[in-house]
Each structure stands twice: as structure tokens, then as C-alpha cells.
């Protein structure tokens, strides 16, 4: 049983460009869920995706955005980065969309310079 | 407006004792709470649970106690080792609509001291 992997696991982007993130979910999980974790801070909701759908979403930008796949890997885009979006970025998966036992990748950190 | 306060930054404790990490909440509508551990370029590693129908769930050194009156949930860990030395978030789950989301507190850094 592979876990929840996240890809790069570290990035530099220049404001104004645009970022791809990605997230293979745990086997037998449909639920993919993305989080920001600003430094000092914990991990504030972005949205989730439940078979596909976006399910609900938190208090983000529409420049954050995202899609999920038939094998519910997920990604995450963001247009537009700002200096406030260098952030760790995580990814958490679980079976169903209620959150019971969601379980994380190790993130990526995107620093915007 | 925090939902989901820890209020304690930093804890440290001796190996072999009891480390308390505290939490309270102000969203009465959250129903299930979770505790999670970060390792330094690790993501958060799920601990334990309790449901709010429940005001204790015990799993092995970890205990979680849940005051609904007073909003306050804690987690014991007995005894302290240090490999326990972490990040420890405490998370929330509202019921019903926004049930699809965690609100996560801050944080509270543990050292167990060898």
C-alpha cells in the first residue's frame, strides 16, 4: 500500500507566474484534499476533491485551483503567485470525504521570490 | 477569528513523564477532533481521534480527553519518549455543511528531554 506522495518537493517561482502542484492519494482513497501551511502557522484549507468533483472550498482566490483524476491523483494550479503564496503546500487523502483519518503527503514548499 | 486555538507554542518535558498538550475550540458545530504530529520536512502524521460523543479515546501512550462544556481537548502522552519530539496540531471537523474541511490550531512544539 503505496502513501500520499507530492511532487517537486521543493520549487522557486518568480511573482506573477504560474505553478503546477501534484499528488498521487493513498490506494483506496477517492478523496483528495489541499492545504497551505504558512510559516508559524497550521495547515489553512484551499479545497477538496471527492470522485472528481470539488466538494468545497475554503477561503482562496480563484487563482487557486484544481483538478482531480480518475485515479484521484489530484493537482493543484496556481496562477498569478504572489510573495504570500510561498507556503508549504499539502495534500491529504482519504477514503470518503468526511475526514475520519485523512493522511498527508510530506508537501511541497514553494518559495516565490 | 481562530476556531481552533492551541495556546501553547512550546512544551517541554522530561522522558518518562506525562506531556499535556491542550487545545480549545469556539465552533460549537464541530463534532470530530483529530491530532496530528509533524516531523521537520515531514507532513502531518495522523495520531488519534475522538468523536464528540465520546469524552475519552486512548490509543497505546496517547489519550485524548474532549470537555465539551468547556470546548477544551487534550492530548496525554504516557510516558514521554523523545522520538515524540514534534509539532503537534490539533484539528477540528464541523458536522453537516463544511464537513469536507479541517480547521487545524497552530501548533504546539514538544521536546521530550532525554
Known amino acids: 500500500e503505496t502513501g500520499v506522495t507530492q511532487s517537486p518537493t521543493h520549487l522557486i517561482k518568480t511573482r506573477g507566474q504560474q505553478v503546477t502542484l501534484r499528488c498521487s492519494s493513498q490506494s483506496g482513497h477517492n478523496t483528495v484534499s489541499w492545504y497551505q501551511q504558512a510559516l508559524g502557522q497550521g495547515p489553512q484549507f484551499i479545497f477538496q476533491?471527492?470522485?472528481?468533483?470539488?466538494?468545497g472550498r475554503g477561503n482562496f482566490p480563484p487563482r487557486f485551483s484544481g483538478l482531480q483524476f480518475p485515479n484521484y491523483s489530484s493537482e493543484l494550479n496556481v496562477n498569478a503567485l504572489e510573495l504570500d503564496d510561498s507556503a508549504l503546500y499539502l495534500c491529504?487523502?482519504?477514503?470518503?470525504?468526511?475526514?475520519?483519518?485523512?493522511?498527508f503527503g510530506q508537501g511541497t514548499r514553494l518559495t516565490v521570490v | 477569528d481562530q476556531q481552533v486555538k492551541q495556546n501553547s507554542p512550546s512544551l517541554s518535558v522530561q522522558e518518562g513523564r506525562i506531556s499535556i498538550l491542550n487545545c480549545d475550540y469556539t465552533?460549537?458545530?464541530?463534532?470530530?477532533f483529530l491530532w496530528y504530529k509533524k516531523y521537520p520536512a515531514e507532513g502531518p502524521t495522523f495520531l488519534i481521534s475522538?468523536?464528540?460523543?465520546?469524552d475519552k479515546n486512548e490509543d497505546g501512550r496517547f489519550t485524548v480527553f474532549l470537555n465539551k462544556s468547556a470546548k477544551h481537548l487534550s492530548l496525554h502522552i504516557v510516558p514521554s519518549q523523545p522520538g515524540d519530539s514534534a509539532v503537534y496540531f490539533c484539528?477540528?471537523?464541523?458536522?453537516?455543511?463544511?464537513?469536507?474541511?479541517?480547521?487545524f490550531g497552530k501548533g504546539t512544539k514538544l521536546s521530550v528531554i532525554p
Open positions: 491529504a487523502s482519504s477514503e470518503g470525504a468526511l475526514n475520519t483519518e485523512a493522511f
Open positions: 475522538i468523536s464528540s460523543i465520546k
Open positions: 484539528a477540528a471537523r464541523r458536522s453537516g455543511a463544511g464537513s469536507y474541511q479541517l480547521t
Open positions: 476533491y471527492y470522485r472528481e468533483e470539488e466538494n
Open positions: 465552533n460549537s458545530m464541530f463534532d470530530y
